[in-house]
């Protein structure tokens, strides 16, 4: 069983299109996340929602939208896509406070984004 | 703010080599503290982890000791292999639901 995972893998999109990103975990953690990783490999965390409430909102455009309809999903929307927007997005997960501040994050496998 | 500094790479070395990444951080608080590896084409996993001073995490081969006095969560491997080459990413946790995570260090062994 898959702990957390992604759809779609890759995707492929011109410039000023919508496109959605989803993200499922089935380890019963209250926490999850979206990263954004770029070609140096640098992460940067978007957004975190802990029982389906925003909690971390980072610098991001507005063009981005998270969703979150339950505790197991957070989805990604994303408005009018930019050449910048290529990257690789990374959804994971955790457990808030879990024994403290001992939370690790369990990450997706990527969706890999090409805007053209 | 809370801050982790890792070693820039990229690293090459040769199969068997000694490998130190050399991971420092800022946190108010007490932190808990991670390596996380990113294999190529794959997510970030969990490698190890030490949640308080002078705990050591280790996991297939690799250890790190937490060190409050330097602020320092090194990363070390005696002897490391061509399927060690990944991503490393050094991080910490001191705000529950919120982690830091360095720059990222890619390490390439080569046969």
């Known amino acids: 069983d898959t702990a957390v995972s992604q759809t779609p893998k890759y995707l492929v999109t011109q410039m000023g299109n919508d496109k959605s990103i989803k993200c499922e975990q089935n380890?019963?953690?209250?926490?999850m996340y979206w990263y954004k990783q770029d070609s140096k490999k640098f992460l940067k965390i978007m957004f975190s929602?802990?029982?389906?409430?925003?909690?971390i909102n980072e610098t991001v455009p507005n063009r981005f939208s998270p969703k979150s309809p339950d505790k197991a999903h957070l989805n990604l929307h994303i408005n009018s896509l930019e050449l910048g927007d290529s990257a690789v997005y990374f959804c994971a997960s955790s457990q808030f406070g879990a024994s403290g501040n001992h939370e690790t994050q369990y990450f997706g496998p990527g969706t890999r984004l090409l805007v053209l | 703010g809370d801050s982790v500094t890792q070693m820039e790479g990229p690293v090459t070395l040769s199969e068997e080599a000694f490998l130190t990444i050399n991971c420092t951080y800022t946190?108010?608080?007490?932190?808990?503290l991670f390596w996380y590896v990113q294999y190529p084409g794959e997510g970030l996993q969990l490698l190890l982890k030490a949640t308080k001073a002078d705990d050591k995490g280790s996991n297939k081969g690799f250890e790190a000791t937490y060190r409050k006095e330097t602020t320092s969560f090194h990363l070390e491997k005696g002897s490391v292999q061509v399927s060690d080459s990944a991503v490393y990413f050094c991080a910490l946790c001191a705000n529950a639901g919120k982690s830091t995570f360095g720059d990222g260090t890619t390490l390439t062994v080569k046969p």
């Open positions: 380890l019963g953690h209250d926490t």
């Open positions: 929602y802990n029982n389906k409430e925003l909690i």
């Open positions: 946190a108010t608080g007490y932190p808990s």
